[in-house]
């Protein structure tokens, strides 16, 4: 089966960075669309930032200027990095990646979730 795991997530100080990764395994054809989301306690599941197959970007407005997505589709990995933490930011990061197992059929994959802590 194909599984997503992230790692990078951890406690961190406000005004600190964090880098989160995130690998795709498993029997891939391709992956198209690659995003992270999050979710605060108490709190629905928010988009923070997509990335698509030809490298396009869009980024929630609380995160724009600070966060910056990305991917290495030679590794199938989605990355995030964040600069200029706030505890606003605290929550469960969630990965997420549209993949191509069996054409023309596409699943959409979550990972576990990750923690990012930012203390104040």
């Known amino acids: 089966q194909v599984q997503l795991v992230e790692s990078g997530g951890g406690l961190v100080q406000a005004g600190g960075s964090l880098r989160l990764s995130c690998a795709a395994s498993?029997?891939?054809?391709?992956?198209?669309?690659m995003g992270w989301y999050r979710q605060a306690p108490g709190k629905q599941r928010d988009l923070v930032a997509i990335?698509?197959?030809?490298?396009?970007?869009n980024y929630a407005d609380s995160v724009k200027g600070r966060f910056t997505i990305s991917r290495d589709n030679a590794k199938n990995t989605v990355y995030l990095q964040m600069h200029s933490l706030k505890p606003d930011d605290t929550a469960v990061y969630y990965c997420?990646?549209?993949?191509?197992?069996?054409?023309?059929?596409?699943?959409?994959?979550w990972g576990q979730g990750i923690q990012v802590t930012v203390s104040s």
């Open positions: 997420n990646a549209h993949i191509v197992i069996n054409f023309p059929t596409i699943e959409i994959i």
């Open positions: 498993g029997s891939i054809s391709y992956i198209r669309d």
């Open positions: 990335v698509t197959e030809g490298g396009r970007t």
